[in-house]
Protein backbone atom coordinates (compact mmCIF):
# COMPACT_ATOMS: atom_id res chain seq x y z
CA UNK A 1 0.00 0.00 0.00
CA UNK A 2 1.08 3.25 -0.80
CA UNK A 3 2.23 5.87 1.93
CA UNK A 4 -0.17 8.44 3.24
CA UNK A 5 1.79 11.04 1.89
CA UNK A 6 1.56 9.85 -1.69
CA UNK A 7 -2.05 9.98 -1.76
CA UNK A 8 -2.35 13.82 0.95
CA UNK A 9 -3.81 16.40 -0.96
CA UNK A 10 -5.13 19.93 0.04
CA UNK A 11 -6.98 23.11 -1.30
CA UNK A 12 -4.22 23.80 -3.17
CA UNK A 13 -4.17 20.59 -4.55
CA UNK A 14 -7.96 20.97 -5.47
CA UNK A 15 -7.07 24.57 -6.88
CA UNK A 16 -4.78 23.36 -9.58
CA UNK A 17 -7.11 21.15 -10.92
CA UNK A 18 -9.53 23.77 -11.37
CA UNK A 19 -7.13 25.71 -13.11
CA UNK A 20 -5.75 23.09 -15.75
CA UNK A 21 -9.16 21.77 -16.21
CA UNK A 22 -9.82 26.14 -17.38
CA UNK A 23 -6.67 26.13 -19.55
CA UNK A 24 -7.24 22.76 -20.97
CA UNK A 25 -10.66 24.12 -21.83
CA UNK A 26 -9.37 27.46 -23.00
CA UNK A 27 -6.61 25.72 -25.61
CA UNK A 28 -9.81 23.73 -26.74
CA UNK A 29 -11.32 26.89 -27.32
CA UNK A 30 -14.00 26.34 -24.73
CA UNK A 31 -15.16 29.30 -22.79
CA UNK A 32 -15.85 29.16 -19.25
CA UNK A 33 -19.56 31.04 -19.42
CA UNK A 34 -22.67 30.78 -17.39
CA UNK A 35 -23.98 27.91 -19.64
CA UNK A 36 -20.27 26.08 -21.02
CA UNK A 37 -16.93 25.56 -20.06
CA UNK A 38 -16.18 24.78 -16.79
CA UNK A 39 -18.30 23.05 -13.77
CA UNK A 40 -17.46 23.09 -10.48
CA UNK A 41 -19.95 20.93 -8.92
CA UNK A 42 -18.76 17.66 -11.47
CA UNK A 43 -15.20 18.76 -10.96
CA UNK A 44 -15.96 18.38 -7.23
CA UNK A 45 -17.99 15.44 -7.57
CA UNK A 46 -15.12 14.03 -9.48
CA UNK A 47 -12.25 14.74 -6.78
CA UNK A 48 -14.30 13.30 -3.94
CA UNK A 49 -15.35 10.18 -6.47
CA UNK A 50 -11.59 9.36 -7.00
CA UNK A 51 -10.67 10.08 -3.11
CA UNK A 52 -13.42 7.55 -2.35
CA UNK A 53 -11.80 4.88 -4.71
CA UNK A 54 -8.12 5.65 -3.32
CA UNK A 55 -9.60 5.37 0.22
CA UNK A 56 -11.14 2.11 -0.66
CA UNK A 57 -8.56 0.24 -2.89
CA UNK A 58 -5.29 1.36 -1.37
CA UNK A 59 -3.80 0.82 -4.38
CA UNK A 60 0.26 -0.19 -4.25
CA UNK A 61 1.23 2.50 -6.53
CA UNK A 62 0.77 6.00 -8.05
CA UNK A 63 0.59 3.57 -11.68
CA UNK A 64 -1.95 1.37 -10.22
CA UNK A 65 -4.32 4.09 -8.74
CA UNK A 66 -4.53 5.63 -12.28
CA UNK A 67 -5.33 2.51 -13.84
CA UNK A 68 -7.56 0.82 -11.12
CA UNK A 69 -9.35 3.92 -11.30
CA UNK A 70 -9.75 4.42 -15.06
CA UNK A 71 -10.96 1.12 -14.98
CA UNK A 72 -13.31 1.16 -11.91
CA UNK A 73 -14.72 4.64 -12.70
CA UNK A 74 -14.35 5.48 -16.17
CA UNK A 75 -16.14 2.49 -17.80
CA UNK A 76 -19.39 4.13 -15.42
CA UNK A 77 -20.14 7.59 -17.63
CA UNK A 78 -23.24 7.35 -16.05
CA UNK A 79 -21.92 7.73 -12.54
CA UNK A 80 -22.82 11.59 -11.63
CA UNK A 81 -26.57 10.87 -12.62
CA UNK A 82 -26.55 8.51 -10.03
CA UNK A 83 -25.71 11.23 -7.75
CA UNK A 84 -27.40 14.07 -9.29
CA UNK A 85 -30.38 15.17 -10.91
CA UNK A 86 -30.55 17.10 -14.52
CA UNK A 87 -31.71 20.03 -13.43
CA UNK A 88 -28.43 20.30 -11.28
CA UNK A 89 -26.14 20.03 -14.47
CA UNK A 90 -28.22 22.43 -16.44
CA UNK A 91 -27.95 25.05 -13.61
CA UNK A 92 -25.80 28.51 -13.85
CA UNK A 93 -25.69 27.94 -10.36
CA UNK A 94 -23.95 24.16 -9.86
CA UNK A 95 -21.05 25.87 -12.71
CA UNK A 96 -20.51 28.45 -10.67
CA UNK A 97 -20.52 26.78 -7.01
CA UNK A 98 -20.79 23.39 -4.99
CA UNK A 99 -24.19 21.78 -5.20
CA UNK A 100 -24.38 18.59 -2.91
CA UNK A 101 -25.68 15.91 -4.42
CA UNK A 102 -29.72 15.94 -4.72
CA UNK A 103 -30.57 12.04 -6.03
Request: glycine content about 6%.
Amino acid sequence: MCSAKLWQEDAATVNEIRQAIKRYNASQGIATTPTSGYHETLTLFWVETVRGYLREASPESRLAAVCGAIKTLGLDSGLPRKRYTFDVFTSTEARARWIPPDA
